[in-house]
């Protein structure tokens, strides 16, 4: 139950900073402005498709759907930083770490809080999202199991980038420097795989974008969730060392 | 590590056995012993560094020891923090306080992860206890230093804790918010409540403290009842207009004088086992006497034992 209130105070947290809302709006303008693009651009194809038959290029529904999530992950990378940084380093500057540390609440406890808060946030930010699908619900028949596994995929990704956010911010009291980290390393991760000459080599294996492009096509592998949940498991243990050590500081 | 006599209640709440703390090359705290009983305000004394927090902070179960034993209500602090916290309220040096929340959503978020039985109701109990009624509602933010530390203070008793540990409990409070805050100690020891508080307001300890704990270095100078250690030895401090140190030998020569410091330019402190300030007198008008006045008693204490290693 701590965990929840833990969490609770996290999401009122970010709502009650300009920070919160900034990463709300940002993320609301810019996938909006991918969904419109997204959604014209498909149009413009089926008309295509009408008149010419033959001649168009090839089409399908998913199309619109991986296209618009894929984007999405791109905004989600940048906004994950935001959103991670304050979990300790505020605390830290603050020094309001030593209420959660003379609480009767675990170390795990903690971690597992600020994680689910900031996850929170995050579901919120994709809640925000969901008259997409509804609107095209209304007006036609979309396949809407993608656009489930595109929330899941966004999530799963989400999920990487705060913990490893929360790696940093529990290593610097400057939400800043914190940030900064972050996002070199979530770029870092993302894009290795630019150094793989086969999608055999190690590169391509641990890149955030080899296993993201594979859902985001529709595709759902073991191997893939068990990436996302073991990065996720790891990020979160030096998270949970790292608070353990305040102790014998 | 001089004690005076001073009764320690046997239905002791806090031991403390040859705690020692290490920071790198550093012993912030060194084989300190103490105990607390059930009911009794401690005060924690010392200069600035001297261990107070880093005792105070292992004692709340934030902080581990290099070695050493601390028991709160029978329970190693090091061995089972955790049930040890549901024991202990704390308030740090700097209040730990989220100040983009209202007064009221912070002590309920305290009050849940402080296990507090019915928090909703003894939010409103703090609230009350402290005098933070008109403020409850306000952002954190927006209040002044000495409702926030009345906020500090309110989060340490959310939880009716049986043992309370308060850093500098009056710090940033005015006169007539630290009589408040006097009175609810003392209430809360009457109910029972082991509290131990650090301060630098000598006169405070006196006011409400039962014993008195001066620490330096990490090691305890002393330790007693109060009303004992201020039988243990008068001071006067004087101002000269013209300081030579003829003056320092012949106040050095009165009868009893233990010590003659110079503590400023003209300005001295003399510490002796009795009543002396008709012969400084005396002997420091030729001097051009300036000022005179009797040193506060447990002040001189505090003076000449943090003061003796330096």
């Keep these: 139950m701590k965990v929840f209130w833990i969490a609770r105070r996290e999401i009122e947290a970010m709502f009650s900073t300009t920070i919160g809302w900034l990463v709300l709006t940002a993320y609301l303008l ?220 | 590590m001089r004690a005076v006599p001073g009764g320690i209640n046997p239905a002791s709440m806090i031991e403390v056995d040859q705690l020692t703390k290490v920071y790198g090359a550093t012993k912030a705290i060194d084989g300190l012993s103490f105990t607390v009983g059930k009911g009794e305000i401690v005060g924690f004394l010392g200069p600035n560094g001297a261990g107070k927090s880093t005792t105070m902070r292992i004692l709340a179960g934030a902080l581990g020891a290099t070695s050493g034993r601390a028991l709160v209500g029978g329970i190693d602090v090091l061995e089972n923090p955790r049930a040890v916290k549901e024991l202990v309220g704390y308030l740090p040096e700097r209040p730990p306080l989220y100040t983009e929340m209202t007064v009221r959503a912070y002590l309920r978020f305290a009050a849940r992860i402080k296990s507090a039985n019915d928090p909703a109701g003894r939010v409103e109990k703090v609230i009350e206890q402290v005098g933070l009624e008109p403020v409850a509602h306000r952002l954190i933010e927006h209040l002044s230093k000495g409702y926030r530390q009345r906020v500090g203070i309110a989060q340490a008793l959310v939880h009716e804790p049986k043992v309370l540990i308060l850093d500098e409990p009056a710090s940033g409070l005015d006169p007539a918010q630290r009589v408040q805050i006097r009175s609810l100690v003392r209430g809360l020891a009457e109910g029972d409540t082991t509290v131990i508080l650090s301060t630098h307001v000598l006169p405070e300890v006196e006011a409400i403290c039962d014993r008195v704990v001066i620490i330096d270095q990490g090691q305890i100078k002393l330790q007693g009842d109060v009303h004992d250690l201020e039988g243990t030895g008068q001071a006067v401090s004087l101002v000269v207009a013209r300081f030579e140190d003829a003056l320092r030998q012949t106040l050095a020569a009165i009868e009893g004088v233990q010590k003659v410091t110079e503590t400023g330019k003209g300005r001295l402190h003399v510490s002796s086992d009795r009543d002396i300030r008709e012969e400084v007198a005396r002997v420091a008008v030729p001097f051009g006497l300036l000022e005179l006045r009797s040193q506060h008693q447990l002040e001189d204490v505090f003076i000449r034992l943090t003061k003796e290693d330096a």
């Design chain 1, 30 to 249: 810019v996938t909006g402005v991918f969904w419109f693009a997204g959604v014209v651009a498909y149009v413009e194809r089926s008309t295509d498709l009408v008149y010419n038959p033959y001649g168009a290029p090839e089409m399908q529904l998913p199309m619109l759907v991986s296209e618009f999530f894929g984007s999405c992950s791109i905004v989600v990378l940048m906004i994950a930083p935001a959103i991670s940084m304050r979990l300790f380093a505020d605390e830290l500057k603050q020094h309001t770490m030593e209420l959660l540390f003379t609480s009767p609440v675990s170390v795990l406890e903690i971690v597992l809080g600020k994680y689910l808060g900031a996850m929170g946030f995050l579901a919120m930010l994709m809640l925000c999202t969901a008259h997409y699908p509804v609107s095209l619900a209304l007006f036609g028949d979309p396949h809407l199991p993608s656009f489930a596994l595109g929330y899941a995929t966004l999530l799963l990704m989400g999920s990487v980038l705060i913990a490893i956010g929360m790696v940093f911010s529990a290593y610097t009291s400057n939400q800043i420097v914190a940030s900064v980290l972050t996002l070199g390393a979530s770029l870092a991760l993302f894009l290795v795989s630019v150094l793989a000459d086969t999608p055999d080599d190690w590169q391509a294996k641990i890149a955030l974008s080899s296993h993201l492009s594979e859902l985001l096509t529709g595709i759902v592998r073991v191997s893939d969730l068990a990436y996302f949940v073991l990065l996720t498991l790891v990020a979160l243990f030096v998270t949970h060392q790292r608070l353990e050590s305040f102790r014998w500081r």
